[in-house]
């Protein structure tokens, strides 16, 4: 939960709370006053409506209040564009990966070598759907047997691009000739049982994590790719807000 939401909800709360000692002074004297004036058997149904009225407009202040934050925040957000975004030191960069291989032999070698360095590291035998991908910067993944029920994943690793083209894939297989299918895709590294492929994988994930530094220089490579695709400028604007709402949301915007 958001710091300041939470915090603001405290607040409204805190204010509701410091107004009933008035509100039940003022009901005394009310009270007191009602009893003097006005019969027993209407004195019910007025307390009714002056309680349901006192509980109408402490609702509507409430909702109004929440409907202002509400468009500042919609207002903000609209004024953050790429020109916004500043460069990360690599202390900032902590990048969310997903190691995707059926070989949990692979998915401890990686975790051996990866986990003092990164933080936000994911190791999974299958990606299930496209959706669970776009949670991530980059994502390692055999394109054999890795994908939902041990299928081919190369199909799934084209769609999480293809939506999401600021997210690094690269390919990895113990077979060449998987490589064709990886063409979409960031870069395919074949396998060998000397495990170097370990090293050069992991040479490509801090290559692409000194990019993702620089988030201007990036995002203008990304859009340069998808014209190059001839992909509409309503899709480029789609994925932009996409791109600063997912830098914005880990703090990577100028303050």
């Known amino acids: 939960m958001n710091n300041n939401n939470y915090l603001s909800q405290w607040g409204n709360i805190a204010q509701i709370i410091s107004v009933v000692p008035l509100l039940l002074i003022a009901f005394r004297g009310v009270r007191n006053w009602m009893l003097t ?17 006192t509980i109408f407009l402490c609702i509507r202040l409430l909702l109004i209040k929440k409907t202002k934050i509400n468009n500042e925040d919609e207002i903000n957000r609209k004024k953050i564009t790429i020109d916004n975004l500043r460069d990360l030191n690599l202390s900032e960069s902590n990048p969310y990966i997903l190691i995707v291989d059926d070989d949990k032999d692979v998915l401890d070698s990686f975790q051996e070598r990866l986990s003092p360095t990164f933080n936000n590291l994911c190791l999974s035998p299958s990606i299930p759907h496209q959706l669970m991908g776009r949670e991530f910067d980059i994502i390692i993944a055999d394109i054999a047997n890795a994908g939902f029920k041990g299928k081919m994943s190369d199909i799934i690793l ?16 113990s077979f060449e000739g998987y490589k064709d299918r990886a063409k979409e895709l960031d870069n395919f590294i074949k396998k060998d049982r000397k495990n170097a492929y370990i090293d050069q994988t992991i040479e490509e994930i801090n290559s692409y994590r000194d990019q993702l530094c620089h988030t201007k220089d990036r995002w203008h490579k990304i859009e340069a790719e998808m014209k190059s695709q001839h992909r509409t400028n309503e899709e480029i604007e789609q994925i932009k807000e996409k791109y600063i709402h997912k830098i914005r949301s880990i703090g990577q915007i100028a303050g």
């Open 158 to 173: 084209k769609e999480i691009k293809h939506n999401y083209p600021y997210i690094f894939i690269c390919a990895i297989s």
């Open 37 to 53: 004036t006005i019969p027993n058997n209407y004195m019910v149904t007025i307390i009714m409506i002056l309680l349901s009225t």
